[in-house]
Nanobody, 115 residues
Framework: QVQLVESGGGLVQAGGSLRLSCAAS????????VGWYRQAPGKQRDFVANIRNGGTTNYADSVKGRFTISRDNAKNSVYLQMNSMKPEDTAVYYC?????????WGQGTQVTVSS
């Protein structure tokens, strides 16, 4: 069973940067895709970015050019570098992994961008 633990959230001013990390443990060989969703208060959980085993990345239009997803297989980790942040980026960010047996989620980390 894969377990995901996020870190790196916090408070940042508009225009600033944050880097989120997601560490995977367990049966990591079964992971096909890893990525991030986010959920703002009172809103649905929205896709942010993901990266496949082959390295292909996908981004939501709202973060293209500002966020970069990457992975370090040696550390079983995936990262989300967030630059030029906006107040509308404020949300709880969730790491997720698509495995051979289903989709797993981390516990979430709060990101708040002040104007």
């Amino acid at each position: 069973q894969v377990q995901l633990v996020e870190s790196g959230g916090g408070l940042v001013q508009a225009g600033g940067s944050l880097r989120l990390s997601c560490a995977a443990s367990g049966s990591i060989f079964s992971i096909n895709v890893v990525g991030w969703y986010r959920q703002a208060p009172g809103k649905q959980r929205d896709f942010v970015a993901n990266i496949r085993n082959g390295g292909t990345t996908n981004y939501a239009d709202s973060v293209k050019g500002r966020f970069t997803i990457s992975r370090d297989n040696a550390k079983n980790s995936v990262y989300l570098q967030m630059n030029s942040m906006k107040p509308e980026d404020t949300a709880v960010y969730y790491c997720y992994a698509v495995t051979n047996t289903g989709t797993l989620w981390g516990q979430g980390t709060q990101v708040t961008v002040s104007s």
